[in-house]
């Protein structure tokens, strides 16, 4: 085998994700283009709101959260329990941070909450670890790369871009060309919905919904089946020349291979679950 890159499910090369954060109650509008669109994204809450029984009105619901979490184009991940600036707290504090918003989390929704947001956006050795030491798998950051690169480090997992920029970058994306050699792409886009209501621009959004939706070759995920996808097709088990591929996982896969050294010979093969395959 020459060469074999990851593609998403049905053998797309491009996948997108949002992540919106805070957990307020103008995620609501945004889950219902959501479902209008069929399109995916991860809602990042606070928990120390709903401390002693409270359910401020400008925050989510516990019942709207967990209505959230069941609809299955969403994630529910954790923002910090009261949103603090990491970077200047001790590893103990940040720790019990996470995971008190962890528990608060899994007992809203009754799912297990793995995913992540960076309170304000930094992140240092400190907070990494403390992420790790609560399971966390993935941790989203707010330093945008205005590229569409798979993240090297779930725990600093930089977006693509600010919604602001979205319109921009989302044509970026669908001209940039990898279909033949190139590694797989993601667009990340991340925000607040109250910046919709802010700035009146729901329209931005929804633009980018139908634009992206018209196209056929992007998966559209949550941060965490990214992180699931990409990180069980590292268990692929290969023969010594590359041609015959064991599949250990639950995921049907699939990659763009290249049998032999011929330009344009790749193709798009499935590798599926529990299965071994011969290219
Ligand atoms: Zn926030």
New binding site residues.
């Given amino acids: 085998m020459y060469s074999f890159n990851l593609r998403f499910p049905n053998g797309k090369s491009r996948a997108m994700t949002f992540s919106y ?2 957990g307020i109650p103008a995620d609501l509008r945004l889950v219902e283009l959501l479902n209008k669109y069929g399109v995916k994204c991860t809602f ?1 809450i ?1 928990t120390a709101f709903y401390d002693n029984g409270k359910e401020p009105d400008n925050r989510l619901k516990k019942s709207q959260i967990k209505e959230i979490a069941e609809n299955p184009l969403c994630e529910i991940a954790c ?2 329990h009261t ?1 603090p600036y990491y970077n200047a707290l001790p590893m103990a504090t940040v720790t019990n941070d996470i995971i008190v918003n962890r528990k608060n989390s899994e007992a809203i929704t009754d799912k297990i909450v793995r995913g992540f ?1 960076y ?2 956006g930094p992140f240092n050795e400190t907070s990494e670890a403390a992420l790790k030491a609560a399971n966390i798998v993935y941790a989203r950051t707010t330093k945008s790369t205005k590229a569409f690169d798979l993240p090297e480090n779930w725990l600093q997992w930089h977006p693509t871009c600010h919604h602001r920029d979205c319109l921009e970058l989302f044509d970026e994306f669908i001209l940039s060309d990898n279909k033949k050699w190139h590694a797989p792409k993601l667009m990340y886009v991340w925000g ?1 919905t109250y910046e919709f209501d802010n700035n009146n621009n729901w329209e931005l959004i929804e633009e980018l919904l139908e634009k992206a939706t018209k196209e056929e070759d992007i998966w559209f995920a949550t941060n965490m089946e990214i992180v699931e996808y990409v990180e069980a097709f590292k268990e692929l088990v290969f023969s010594a020349d590359g041609n015959t591929i064991y599949n250990p996982t639950r995921f049907d896969f699939w990659a763009l291979c290249n049998a032999n050294w011929q330009p344009g010979s790749g193709r798009i093969i499935k590798i599926p679950a529990g299965e071994v395959t011969r290219v």
């Fill in positions: 954060d805070d990042n606070n923002h910090g949103h947001a309170p304000y607040h």
